[in-house]
């Protein structure tokens, strides 16, 4: 066993010594930046309900985080027979979604703006951003509107700042960033609405931006590292706790510093 499954069983075991009551839906979440925001919300005694397009895929991920404390719901974050259908499952086996964190997203194209296939951008906006908005919709309906919860919106510094090449991924989570604004306007004050615009994690999602030449983009970076999915998990679980019951309608940076470049 490596030094990372026993830290994971490690988590598992003491998630099952403890039970926050509290219930999450995170989509996109069967690797990655989704995986690793789930693994920190049962760690620290929460369930979740996950989705991805990839059925082994998402069924590895929920045996990882333990029997009992996570189920998961196949399907395309963009159809809205799979949020109703993801939802529906969350309040049939769980009874409750305190918690939505939007994290399904795509990126299927790299180039320049002026070249950009408007059906590849309508594309990645439905997936990016008409899906986050579909999903608050049904756990607001489901349970938020009367009880009360917290969302957080997966966006990217690619919304914050020019993002060449990734435009259209770019204008996406500028989006996901104003409908933060919009739903903690909203849903308040019943449930509070923030999100992370995360740079370069090392993920599959975000293998193109560095592989094969990490330790030059690593250079840009002040703390030394690229990102990894436990930085992201631990601001998602931090804004998804009591702790930022103060906190709405924010963007949490996490870059490693990057910003701290600008202008040089």
Known sequence: MTAQQQEQQEQQEQAGRQDT???????????GIGYGIAQALVARG?????????????????????AGRAIGIAGKAHDEAHQAAAVQHAMEEFGRIDYLVN?????????????LDLGVARKVFETNVISALGFAQQTWRAWQK???????????????????FVG??????AAMVNLTLQLAHEFAPAVRVNSIAPAVVKTKFAA????GREEEVVAS??????GVPEDIGGAAAFLLSDAA?????????VDGGIFLNAGF
């Open 146 to 164: 009367d009880n009360g919860g917290a969302i957080v919106n997966i966006a990217s510094v690619a919304g914050i700042s020019a993002s060449p």
């Open 168 to 173: 259209a991924y770019g204008m996406s989570k």
């Open 103 to 115: 994290n399904a997203g795509t990126n299927p194209v790299f180039g320049p703006m002026a070249e």
């Open 21 to 31: 009551g509290k219930v999450a839906l995170v989509t996109g979440a069967s690797r």
């Open 208 to 211: 193109a931006l560095y592989e």
């Open 221 to 226: 970076y002040p703390l030394g590292r690229l």
């Open 46 to 66: 929460d369930r979740v309900v996950i989705t991805g397009r990839n059925e082994d895929a998402l069924k590895q991920a929920v045996e990882s985080l333990g």
């Open 245 to 253: 019951g103060w906190i709405t309608g924010q963007t949490l940076v």
